[in-house]
């Protein structure tokens, strides 16, 4: 029995033959610290239930000790339950760790740097976050940079073009019939030696000439008016390749367009003008500025595709005024900056807008004008209906339009081309929130 190998007992009680093995201790090559057994149970992980907001914590979390054995590098190379240089304590703070706030039961205990929106949607910031902008958008408003489109924005000339439209037969009775008069005038009054027949002539062609300056004069004025006048049209009835005018409230389509100076967001339309005055021997601020009068200097005025929702019938219509499409808007601008002899100082804003233009701010009377329609203004567009499929459409035509002749006011028929937009002046004020 003395040459038996002796027998030990195990930890769980059961007897086995042989010596016991004793082993060295050996160091950890990873850090480990003691992780109570929670059985599955989330409302005993600590730290890990609180983050989810389960279970009721009346008092602060438990406190995770450390083993003995590799305490030193516990502090450094733990996982995710050690607390090291780069993640947040459990129980104690370290050097160049993150905090994780407390908070009351049901909460999250660490702060989230992305917040969850309501749509459940983890997105990479805040929704005012200027991060992952749609080509096309804007930049911040920090900036003052002329911002360059793509051609899904129209960008509009600065003058509109609008012109007379008489057929080519009724000048030519109108020539012919100045100049009958002229030589008859001329012939009678050499054969009567009587300056009673110039002045009958002089009294027939003076009418005529007198008509013809008020229509350059009155030109612009006579079309709003008559644009003014056509009545409205119904969406719900109107056929295919009709020409309509369609008044309700207008909303932005996949690409909002903002204002250069003021930073006016979200709009359908946006202008920008920069007028100088010249004096005598002043400097020009286009080839064609003449002396004692105002002149364009710089223009920015861009337009979208959007959509219209009509008054009358409901119907909400998608209107083509972007990718190169001819645009005609009737828009007034309001005055921003006025610079004035009195007045010369210029804002640090204006003179940033003004080098990021590669314009010189040097001793010039100025005035800045913006104009814009803004997501929820009651505009009128008019133009033609195009129905594809179930979209519903406005077109610009593909003929100008003509006023006609307007007995009542003395004007000849004034034409136009392009889809037209007539807002408001008031339209800042009677903005409906979409």
């Not at 920090?142 to 600065?158: E, I, M, Q, R």
């Amino acid at each position: 029995m003395g040459s038996r190998t002796g027998s030990h007992q195990l930890s769980n009680g059961l007897i086995v033959s042989g010596r016991p093995e004793h082993l060295k201790e050996r160091q950890p090559t990873m850090g480990s610290r003691a992780v109570p057994y929670t059985g599955g149970d989330i409302k005993k992980s600590g730290e890990l239930g609180k983050m989810y907001g389960v279970g009721d914590y009346p008092g602060p979390p438990p406190i995770l000790k450390p083993s003995s054995r590799g305490s030193s590098a516990s502090q450094h190379n733990s996982g995710s339950v050690r607390s090291g240089p780069n993640s947040g304590p459990v129980g104690h703070k370290l050097t160049n760790s993150g905090s994780m706030p407390k908070k009351s039961s049901g909460s999250f205990s660490g702060q989230l740097m992305t917040p969850i929106q309501p749509t459940g949607l983890i997105t990479s910031g805040p929704l005012s976050s200027n991060t992952g902008r749609r080509s096309g958008q804007l930049e911040p408003a920090a900036s003052f940079k002329k911002v360059v489109y793509g051609s899904s924005v129209t960008s509009l000339n600065d003058q509109i073009k609008l012109g007379f439209k008489v057929s080519k037969v009724a000048m030519w009775v109108f020539l012919v019939v100045v100049l009958m008069g002229l030589v008859v005038g001329a012939f009678l009054m050499v054969a009567v030696k009587k300056a009673v027949i110039l002045v009958a002539v002089a009294g027939v062609l003076a009418p005529l000439v007198v008509i013809l300056l008020w229509n350059f004069a009155y030109k612009e004025r006579g079309l709003l008016g008559y644009l003014k006048r056509y009545p409205d049209t119904e969406l719900r009835g109107a056929i295919d390749g009709q020409f309509v005018k369609v008044t309700g409230v207008v909303t932005c389509g996949s690409i909002p367009l903002e204002t250069s100076f003021q930073r006016t967001a979200r709009c359908v339309y946006v202008s920008t003008e920069l007028d100088e005055y010249k004096s005598w021997g002043g400097k020009s601020a286009n080839p064609s500025h003449r002396c004692f009068s105002w002149g364009r200097r710089h223009s920015e005025k861009h337009v979208a595709d959007f959509y219209i929702s009509d008054f009358q019938s409901g119907l909400r219509a998608m209107v083509k005024a972007g990718y190169g499409a001819k645009v005609v808007p009737f828009v007034k601008p309001t005055t921003v900056i006025d610079v004035t002899k009195s007045n010369k100082e210029l804002s640090p804003n204006f003179l940033r807008w003004l080098a990021d233009r590669s314009l010189s701010s040097d001793d010039r009377i100025m005035r800045l004008k913006e104009g814009c329609i803004k997501e929820g203004s009651t505009v009128s567009v008019m133009g033609l209906v195009r129905r594809h499929e179930n979209v519903l459409m406005i077109v610009p035509p593909v003929e100008p339009i003509s006023t006609g002749c307007q007995w009542t006011r003395c004007l000849l028929p004034t034409y136009i081309e392009g889809l037209i937009l007539t807002c408001d002046d008031s339209q800042n004020a009677d903005v409906i929130p979409v």
